[in-house]
T-cell receptor
Framework: KAGVTQTPRYLIKTRGQQVTLSCSPISGHRSVSWYQQTPGQGLQFLFEYFSETQRNKGNFPGRFSGRQFSNSRSEMNVSTLELGDSALYLC????????????FGPGTRLTVL | EDQVTQSPEALRLQEGESSSLNCSYTVSGLRGLFWYRQDPGKGPEFLFTLYSAGEEKEKERLKATLTKKESFLHITAPKPEDSATYLCAVQIGRSSNTGKLIFGQGTTLQVKP
């Protein structure tokens, strides 16, 4: 079974630009969660999507948004990039997200200059 | 406030020297506790899920245990390939469906040959 895939793997942007990251979950998994990982804050929950609906949201500004498609693939968007948005963005999938183990992708390394 | 604390932050062991990593949590309504391993530049790799106090799970040289306030990851006779950051995460919420995980800061383990 193929694992979680994320594209692109690396991205360099400048302040003020916007970016879209993509995540393809494991086949059959309907829950997709996004996390931001930085050396200072560790892994922080951004949001979770289940059956195309945002089910939960972390404490991030509205510049961070996401969506999920009918095939469970998900995208997250960050608008008006700031230097502090530089991080590893991780996507995780699980069958339904509730008390199931979540399987992570390799992440997208975003650098904002 | 829901919180997950891991200790120590860093641990250096000689090959074969057994030890334990700690994950203490203060959350309301634990639904599950998860252990992950993360290698540099990669996404977290799932290790164990524990659901209730007294539960134990083993995999090769690793054994995870759970009490009402903390979890331990015991590493028996570690090898250099066990070197990684070990992350603990909890999922909360008895009445709501959510895939949100709250992560600890991790313990970085280095095993020297």
């Amino acid at each position: 079974k193929a694992g979680v895939t994320q594209t692109p793997r690396y991205l360099i942007k400048t302040r003020g630009q916007q970016v879209t990251l993509s995540c393809s979950p494991i086949s059959g998994h309907r829950s997709v969660s996004w996390y931001q990982q930085t050396p200072g804050q560790g892994l922080q929950f951004l949001f979770e999507y289940f059956s195309e609906t945002q089910r939960n949201k972390g404490n991030f500004p509205g510049r961070f948004s996401g969506r999920q498609f009918s095939n469970s693939r998900s995208e997250m968007n960050v608008s008006t990039l700031e230097l502090g948005d530089s991080a590893l963005y991780l996507c995780a999938s699980s069958p339904d997200g509730v008390a199931n183990e979540q399987f992570f992708g390799p992440g997208t390394r975003l650098t904002v200059l | 406030e829901d919180q997950v604390t891991q200790s120590p932050e860093a641990l250096r062991l000689q090959e074969g020297e057994s030890s334990s990593l700690n994950c203490s949590y203060t959350v309301s309504g634990l639904r599950g506790l998860f252990w992950y391993r993360q290698d540099p530049g990669k996404g977290p790799e799932f290790l164990f899920t524990l659901y209730s106090a007294g539960e134990e799970k083993e995999k090769e040289r690793l054994k995870a245990t759970l009490t009402k306030k903390e979890s331990f990851l015991h590493i028996t006779a570690p090898k250099p390939e066990d070197s990684a950051t070990y992350l603990c995460a909890v999922q909360i919420g008895r009445s709501s469906n959510t895939g949100k995980l709250i992560f600890g800061q991790g313990t970085t383990l280095q095993v020297k040959p």
